[in-house]
């Protein structure tokens, strides 16, 4: 990553984290779409992983509520069924619907009530790793509450000109989240609300391959279960991206709330929505969302994840087989 790109106005800090002795409690919004079929052969598991960590690190956070995103009526199924074998807390965690469309912002679903009543009665961090239209759609229609959110940690950003090119960088993909709902990310940034943003540039330190899970073909009913669903989308993966296994995404910006100290990150770095040619084969235009302390001309400011230290890996390996 040259540096030109970003400026030289601050330096790279890695947290030092503090320890507490009570779990952080905190919001998790998801598009998780593990085991839906699809006409490519799998869909993303990396949500469930993230999920399924978050409830075996129930001494760094807990879970207040769920809301789904994309797909929100299969999402919430989903989580339900994984919470039933994963959830050992002994706590109910409650599933809500959200938006299906993610160009409904506005429009209240029960994932927006729940998490506007939610942020009422207590300050909390919201972990989004899916496209951000609950979130926006609580700021839209309850801006008052805005103070109510500690932080928004989201899987989404890169830096000028990072391509998002997986494995043996065959093929370039886009800013999924991001791209999905980008006037989401306005409502956001617009709010004040503190952002966090661990995407592509952090996460592919991260990667899982086949032997790293095999174990799950053993395990409980919920472990054979999600090996089932891995399967495919390591394929998927090999197919596309030439390697046999896959980056678990959504398990950095978990780890910025559970293990800080493994990440490097950019603070207060300015953020920008540009404009520019298609990087994914399109023959258009698309939005980018960047960081970059050159950035003199715009407000919003966010804590950017950029590396992941070594032993990140072991982390979200040993959380499924806790």
Avoid at 48 to 64: C, E, F, G, S
Avoid at 172 to 201: C, H, I, Q, W
Avoid at 307 to 319: A, D, H, M, Q, R
Wanted: with cysteine; charged share 25%; aromatic share 10%.
């Amino acid at each position: 990553m040259a540096q030109n790109t970003l400026g030289t106005s601050q330096k790279p800090v890695q947290q030092t984290g503090t320890v507490s002795k009570q779990p952080r409690r905190i919001w998790l919004d998801t598009d998780i779409m593990v085991g839906m079929p699809d006409k490519r052969g799998a869909r993303e598991v990396d949500d469930a992983i993230t999920l399924i960590m978050a409830l075996r690190y129930a001494d760094k956070v807990q879970l207040v509520g769920i809301s789904t995103v994309t797909y929100a009526e299969y999402g919430y199924n989903v989580t339900r069924k994984l919470l039933g074998w994963y959830n050992r807390t002994g706590r109910k965690i409650p599933v809500y619907r959200g938006s299906d469309t993610l160009r409904d912002i506005g429009l209240e679903t029960d994932a927006s009530l729940a998490m506007a009543a939610a942020l009422r009665r207590e300050r909390l961090p919201i972990l989004a790793i899916g496209p951000l239209t609950n979130v926006a759609t609580v700021l839209k229609n309850h801006p008052e509450l805005a103070k109510q959110i500690e932080e928004v940690v989201v899987c989404a950003g890169r830096t000028p000109s990072l391509p998002f090119r997986p494995g043996l960088e065959l093929v370039t993909v886009g800013d999924y989240n991001f791209e999905m709902d980008p006037e989401a990310f306005r409502v956001l940034f617009n709010s004040g609300v503190k952002v966090v943003l661990s995407g592509y540039e952090c996460s592919v330190y991260t990667f899982l391959g086949r032997t790293d899970l095999d174990f799950l073909a053993g395990g409980s009913e919920g472990d054979k279960w999600l090996s089932k669903t891995l399967g495919p989308w390591q394929m998927l993966n090999k197919n596309v991206f030439g390697v046999d296994g896959f980056v678990p995404w959504d398990t950095t910006p978990l780890g910025y709330l559970t293990h800080p100290n493994y990440f490097k990150y950019y603070e207060a770095i300015p953020v920008r929505i540009n404009t520019r040619a298609d990087d994914t084969g399109g023959s258009g235009q698309k939005p980018f969302l960047e960081v970059s302390y050159d950035y003199k001309d715009t407000p919003w400011r966010a804590t950017y994840a950029y590396k992941t230290l070594p032993g990140f890996e072991e982390i979200v390996i040993g959380s499924l087989k806790k």
